[in-house]
């Protein structure tokens, strides 16, 4: 069973930047395609970002142009590069797959609180 350890989040102000960081416990990002989600209090949870396989990158509409998804295979690591952020990005994020079918158990993720 693949474990996923999401890092980095924290309390910033509007217009800040953070980096959140997926550990994965084996090689799978570069053989499936692998998001990043966030679930707000009384929301479900949505993807925001994905990576396919090739590097093929996805964005939801209310994250493009502000946030990007990379990953280093070598180091088994997925980013989620956050700029410009905004009160309505306040959530638990997570990593996982994208499939439904490939997907392993939720991490804890990691909190990320945005200030006005």
């Known amino acids: 069973q693949v474990q996923l350890v999401e890092s980095g989040g924290g309390l910033v102000q509007a217009g800040g930047s953070l980096r959140l960081s997926c550990a994965a416990s084996?090689?799978?990002?570069?053989?499936?395609?692998m998001g990043w989600y966030r679930q707000a209090p009384g929301k479900q949870r949505d993807v925001v970002a994905g990576i396919t396989s090739g590097g093929t990158t996805h964005y939801a509409d209310s994250v493009k142009g502000r946030f990007t998804i990379s990953r280093d295979n070598a180091k088994n690591t997925m980013y989620l590069q956050m700029n410009s952020l905004k009160p309505e990005d306040t959530a638990v994020y997570y990593c996982n797959a994208i499939s439904p079918h490939t997907r392993w158990s939720w991490g804890q993720g990691t909190q990320v609180t945005v200030s006005s």
């Open positions: 084996g090689s799978i990002f570069s053989i499936n395609a």
